[in-house]
């Protein structure tokens, strides 16, 4: 049995989730609401403060939706309670970004700036040269994080761009003269 689907989720005080037909989860907390519709092979039963995913058989499917769907459900609980953020350094000279209003404005070398709108639900903060992307939904915090570093991704001589900040960038060697 998938030793992650089988793992009880602890739902922790003021966290409420509701399974109505057809899978569907609404998870309710602190910071907000998420509701997502999980496989109908899935069943998802609440016992107390706990919350347990069971599959029906062996089947390869079903194998593999049983730890995906207890991992779903486990993220939007912890992201109704915690939250979301990933945070992105720019490197470069004359490299910078900005905040207006929910609107990030990326200053990347080219010849016009880049302005990217905040999605419904998520904010940017930008302080210094670092980029956080903070959410309640971890999909979309990653998602939009990943459309922020593509705008300008690092390179590998310089290491100029935009990264996130746990990521090690691998160097290459430039060219040498000749002799």
Do not use: W
């Not at 016992?47 to 029906?56: I, S, Y």
Request: a positive charge; charged letters at 30%.
């Amino acid at each position: 049995m998938s030793r992650i689907g089988r793992m009880p989720i602890a739902i922790p005080a003021g966290v409420t989730v509701d399974v109505a037909e057809n899978n569907e989860v609404t998870v309710k907390g602190p910071k907000g609401t998420l509701t997502r519709v999980f496989a109908p092979s899935m069943s998802i039963e609440i016992e107390g403060a706990e919350l347990t995913v069971k599959r029906p058989d062996d089947a390869k499917v079903n194998k593999a939706l049983h730890g995906l769907t207890r991992s779903l459900i486990h993220n939007m609980i912890v992201g109704v309670t915690e939250g979301y953020s990933k945070v992105l350094e720019i490197n470069g000279v004359g490299y910078r970004a900005m905040k207006k209003g929910k609107t990030l404005e990326l200053h990347l070398g080219y010849s016009h700036d880049v302005i990217m709108e905040d999605p419904e639900g998520l904010e940017t903060e930008v302080k210094d040269n670092t980029i956080t992307v903070k959410g309640i939904s971890k999909e979309k915090v990653g998602q939009y994080a990943a459309e922020i570093r593509a705008k300008r991704a690092p390179e590998p001589y310089k290491g100029k761009g935009i990264k996130y900040s746990d990521e090690v960038i691998r160097r290459k060697v430039g060219k040498t003269g000749k002799k």
